[in-house]
């Protein structure tokens, strides 16, 4: 039998620059988590603000349009703040956190930076479940309480954040899980939350917890016929980690996912030969942010973004 090679892309315009700028540095351990970040796994390594500034240079002559920060936990970085204060001098930044890490001194200076900027900065915070009792059993103990206080800090500071919720909960529960999320924000004067539901990526800590991808979880040529390849996010954007530069958030801990020491080196054809690639190709958009301030993004047919 002769087994088909995977379909490949290609980058059509590297709009988008993510950087893993906490490495893979976590104070969470997130049963679900897809790079299996925790407070001691140190295989990929913090980038400084030198490293950063270096990047958003080299972005801004290939025409990058944002960025985008994760880890890891980003705010683990002692530079973070510094980071995004540079960020927003090159264009709208958005920095995916747990919300359990933050002091109000560096709110105090991304606010003022934001209001300084002409381009915006968006919090993505995750949470998992509208209670403790259904986020802790994934996230940790106590972590309900402490991201719902980081996410009433950010409101109160001005910020409108999207939160982010990964789906472990069955598909036909989803508009009663969205509604008892819409009242626990509103609860924290959150009126009208920005929400984002993840499908979960089986790889990382995420296949220990449930499975792995099947053989037969695999994108094919004939899948991507007519499919609409700017929903992955390959299609579009690039992550720096302190290897290289690699085809995107969810895979740096696969050798192939490292494709240069530079962007434009790092600008070529990918085989979506993952099995994450298979999620990616069901939901789309795993990692954009949502475009409504005031809707919910969920479900297969309206594509549901990367952890934290
Ligand atoms: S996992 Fe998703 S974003 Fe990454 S290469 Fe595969 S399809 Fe593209
Ligand atoms: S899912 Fe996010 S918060 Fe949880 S361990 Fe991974 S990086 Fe940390």
């Known amino acids: 039998m002769t087994v088909e090679p995977p379909p490949s892309i ?11 700028v906490a490495g893979t540095l976590c104070n969470l351990t997130c049963h679900h988590c897809f790079i299996s970040c925790s407070p001691h796994n140190r295989s990929f390594g ?14 801004r002559e290939l025409g990058v349009k944002e960025y985008y920060f994760t880890g890891g936990e980003p705010f683990l970085n002692p530079q973070m703040t510094a980071i ?19 002091k109000d001194e560096w709110l105090e200076t991304l606010k003022r930076a934001a209001h300084e900027s002409e381009y915006s900065l968006e919090f ?16 940790g103990e106590g972590t309900f309480d402490r991201a719902l206080q980081g996410i009433q800090r950010l409101v109160q500071a001005g910020f409108l954040p999207i939160i982010t919720a990964t789906r472990t909960w069955p598909q036909a529960s989803e508009l009663e ?5 819409r009242k626990l924000l509103g609860k924290v004067g959150y009126t009208r939350p920005r929400l984002k539901i993840l499908p979960s990526l089986k790889i990382g800590a995420e296949a220990q917890r449930t499975s792995g991808y099947g053989l037969h979880d695999r994108v094919t040529s004939e899948m991507l016929d007519g499919y609409d390849q700017s929903q992955l996010v390959c ?23 490292l494709l240069g020491r530079s962007l434009k080196e790092a600008a070529i054809d990918f085989p979506l030969s993952h099995g994450a690639c ?31």
Not at 10 to 20: I, K, M, R, Y
Not at 91 to 98: D, H, Q, R
Not at 242 to 257: E, F, K, N, Q, T
């Open 235 to 257: 299609h579009q954007s690039r992550i720096v980690t302190d290897r290289g530069v690699h085809v995107c958030p969810i895979l740096i801990d696969s050798p192939d996912s």
């Open 10 to 20: 290609s980058l059509a315009a590297l709009d988008e620059l993510w950087f893993q």
């Open 177 to 181: 899980v969205l509604r008892k999320f």
């Open 84 to 102: 995004l204060v540079a960020t927003l001098k090159y264009g709208p930044a958005t920095v995916l956190t747990n919300g359990t890490v933050w």
């Open 46 to 59: 913090f980038l400084t603000l030198q490293a950063v500034q270096q990047r958003l240079e080299e972005a």
């Open 124 to 139: 993505r915070v995750s949470i998992d479940g509208f209670s403790a009792q259904t986020n802790d059993p994934i996230r």
């Open 278 to 308: 298979y999620t990616c190709f069901q939901y789309g958009s795993i990692c954009t942010n949502p475009s409504s301030a005031s809707g919910s993004q969920h479900g297969p047919s309206a594509p549901p973004q990367s952890h934290v």
